[in-house]
């Protein structure tokens, strides 16, 4: 999966970054909003400063300055502050894993790999268009068909939360709600803003109007949707066409997000399998210039979860293809000989390091799963050849190197 | 270099394996002698479990019981300890990052990545030659003639160490000192020897011996070399053949090798670019079972500064090919679509995302290092065709989307 990621990215034209897992603590919180600065974990100070946090009877702030990344935007923002000689219109990837001292569950790790692309310098939605092009394509070529990417625009959250009558100081409250509707519905997502002391109502009236937005048809004549529309028409001419929705109830946890925003479904996965949005003003706050900035991030794990379930994974080609056995007989310098031969010429080899019984050494090449074995004796040692044993058609020939190789790679 | 890392394990018959980021302090503590224990990153407890450590006034061990890896060999044995169904005889490779809190400097880093191989399950030099084979053949595809895989045995050493009269229970003491012989010299040594209550004649008999078994010829001699010897003689068929010397003051600083260790020198690095051994006992010290273990360790970015000093990197083919500029007439959606259909053919496309005049486009595109510009106007749009500009030879020539591809592979 990430050598296809890879290759679609940089199809895309996105160069590789990749950065430290540490960061400082003031780098990471306030990101991600108060959920996301409870799951960071924080490396404890050592030697001296320890000592001296220990003898100021520190609290958890003065017993750790750094932590572990939580996500590759916030480092990625804060590169981009800090080197002032990247392109005008930096356009990265980045295949790294990121950590969350959250509760794991299916698919859930608390280590786990995100696959980001990200264009900075632009508000023109070409950059949206393109980064879900890019997610759109590794989904395709993996093999995905069914999968839907989600969009909606915060500030077109803001105007259905203002509409329902919700003051505008509660918008994040109401998001972080909003976000758990798939998880917990409608009752849940009320009871929640109920006790953010959004009043019942108003609660009642954001849920209503966002579902009415669903309905078919409304897209098209909803106000304050012109941008997004743009983006669609925009996308239907990218590999995204197809996998667009417009969804007026997504909201992202994540607090950086300042327009659209992204999230990837498929049957079968609760949850998400990527997502992302544009957040203009998060490389501001690491630096003196505001640089725009928008990006989509592929959760690895999810991905394979899905594939496994559904067995889409091909012949991965690892492991070797040969045990090399040899008779006791044989100097062990003469099997590492044969298969720095047959390595040379492209074919992976295992050797057999011991010399036990031969019936013992192809019981093992069996049990690996391994296409064939090549038994080396004496008699073949001085013909300079090999005995050669597909382990799938029990057939047995004796071959020069040559002519294992060849029957090795047309899996003869 | 992780591509061809990973190709030529695979041709080892090595397979993959990754390991958490994260594990419990008790399985790292101890195995890396005091001064790796002081090196190790520490998670701070969290939420009631921090509460209760902070009330019951903890220090360093009571604020926390998970770390990072330091290595990926301790790893690598509490997996296979833990985990019955791995075959007898297994042979993982491993490419991930470690973390060490130490002082940063030229090639060292808190962070850094390693490239593993191990065998587990065979105490055979046929292991041995093997992961040296394997990591020699990676630095010669890589380019490097001229490095020197050093070679020693902790048995040998603990002889000679016995041989001059160090009490055996001073033993790991004596390596540690030893195994700063490159970086203090001969004096600095003789000092860490005394400043540890090692008597001055026993220091100097135990250096004149080690130089003495350095004399030409004296490795053929030396008694207690036999298995080395056995083990270059296998060796000399494969590809670490013309890499191995023999180095009697090798001591690695790590505290759990038991048999044959490693390590790589090359010329204008201080330091190693890799090392490994045996390690007979450390996978026993996690589970019942003792199983025998060789492995060899490669730190990429060591390797990468010596190429980058020596200007050993081929073309990357990372960045954009054609730079996707569009006059402000034309459509987004134009662009996208003739990214797409570029994409499909292979070719890395960025779309230059806004349409400013030409001109500054083409800024871009030099800018960025780009071999080619695509043009797209009205014309263009509605013949079919895209304006494809060499940005080295300045030349334009107007063709069709194949047409373009056909160009842009020959670099014409």
Chains 1, 2 share one sequence.
Request: net charge negative.
């Amino acid at each position: 999966m990430i050598a296809v990621v890879q290759r679609v990215y940089e199809s895309f034209g996105f160069v590789p970054l990749e950065t430290p897992t540490i960061e400082n603590l003031t780098t990471l919180l306030g990101k991600y909003g108060p959920e996301g600065d409870q799951l960071l974990y924080r490396l404890l100070h050592r030697r001296e400063k320890l000592q001296r946090a220990l003898e100021a009877s520190a609290d958890e702030r003065g017993l750790a300055d750094e932590g572990l990344r939580y996500d590759l935007t916030v480092p990625l923002a804060r590169v981009v502050a800090n080197y002032k000689d990247l392109p005008t219109f930096y356009k990265r990837y980045q295949i790294q894993p990121v950590w969350r001292a959250d509760r794991p569950a299916r698919g859930r790790f608390r280590e786990f790999y995100q696959c980001d692309v990200d264009v900075m310098g632009t508000q023109s939605l070409v950059a949206e268009a393109e980064v879900c092009g890019a997610v759109a394509t590794v989904l395709r070529e993996l093999g995905f068909a069914d999968f839907r990417i989600h969009v909606n625009h915060r500030e077109l959250l803001r105007a259905f939360v203002a509409g329902a009558g919700i003051d505008l100081a509660n918008e994040s409250l109401a998001l972080i709600a909003l976000d758990k509707l798939d998880k917990v519905g409608r009752d849940g997502v009320l009871e929640e803003l109920g006790q953010k002391g959004i009043e019942p109502a108003a609660g009642e009236r954001l849920l209503d109007n966002l579902a009415a937005a669903r309905e078919p048809g409304a897209f098209e004549r909803l106000e304050g949707a012109e941008s997004l529309r743009e983006l669609f028409a925009i996308a239907a001419n990218g590999p995204a066409a197809d996998h667009l929705v417009f969804d007026p109830t997504l909201a992202r946890g994540l607090s950086y997000y300042t327009g659209p925003i992204f999230e990837i479904t498929c049957e079968g996965l609760a949850g998400s399998l990527g997502g992302g949005g544009r957040y203009d003003d998060l490389i501001g706050m690491f630096g003196k210039q505001k640089v725009p900035a928008v990006g989509f991030s592929l959760g690895l794990e999810r991905v394979l979860l899905v594939m496994e379930e559904r067995s889409m994974f091909p012949d991965l080609g690892v492991g070797p293809e040969v045990l090399l056995c040899r008779m006791k007989e044989v100097a062990a310098g003469d099997a590492v000989r044969i298969a720095t031969a047959l390595r040379e010429r492209g074919v992976r080899v295992e050797v057999f390091a011991d010399a036990p019984q031969l019936k013992k050494q192809l019981q093992y090449a069996n049990g690996l799963g391994c296409p064939y074995a090549a038994v080396l004796g004496e008699n073949e040692l001085r013909a300079g050849t090999i005995a050669l044993k597909n382990l799938t058609s029990g057939e047995q020939v004796v071959v020069t190197v040559d002519g294992a190789v060849e029957r090795i790679r047309s899996r003869a």
